[in-house]
């Protein structure tokens, strides 16, 4: 995956995401530690995504923080960490995400849109903590947009991170659309 593809934000996510690894002596950077990575940037978008999915935040940080204590720990590592090879898979299905919405980048949304499909202890827990589910009707339409595009005819508001992240992105593939016009 080409890390100019990432937005910033994600980027960060992923960079703060090697730091929580290496701050807990864990050998490998997993979902869990992205997860744990988006949930504490203080002007990202993934709590509000998730909010409005319905999904408690508070008790799912809570939740991720012991999930990561319970991960294995290697002493003396030197702070070398190797990215998991549950985290390449669920970078791969973002990138797969963003490419069927035609985004030219691949953002935090897809990440969570990765995840509301995962098995991992990441996609449990976020599944655990609201409603997340998969559903075909939203996963093949952009209902509504969170950036300002206005919402679709009948729909309040979203349902679950489906939901969610399909609305924040609808808005920001139509805005990439206009510009390229």
């Known amino acids: 995956m080409r890390q100019d593809r990432l937005t910033t934000k994600f980027q960060e996510a992923l960079a703060d995401a090697q730091s929580i690894a290496v701050g807990n002596d864990n050998p490998y950077i997993e979902p869990l530690h992205v997860l744990a990575a988006m949930l504490r940037q203080p002007d990202g978008g993934t709590r509000s995504v998730l ?100 919402r679709s005819p009948g729909v309040t508001e979203p349902r679950n991170i489906r939901t969610a992240v399909a609305n924040t992105t609808a808005g920001s593939a139509n805005s990439n659309r206009e510009a390229e016009a």
Request: charged share 25%; net charge neutral; proline share 2%.
């Open 51 to 150: 909010q409005r999915a319905g999904v408690a935040t508070a008790p799912l940080v809570a939740a991720v923080d012991s999930a990561l204590k319970r991960l294995p720990q290697v002493s003396g590592n030197d702070g070398q960490v190797q990215v998991g090879r549950e985290l390449v898979g669920l970078l791969n299905q973002a990138d797969k995400e963003a490419q069927k919405r035609g985004d030219s980048f691949i953002a935090s949304e897809m990440f969570l849109l990765a995840l509301a499909d995962d098995k991992s202890d990441a996609g449990r827990l976020a599944r655990e903590h609201g409603r997340i589910e998969c559903d075909s009707f939203i996963r093949g339409h952009g209902i509504c947009s969170f950036r300002g595009m206005g």
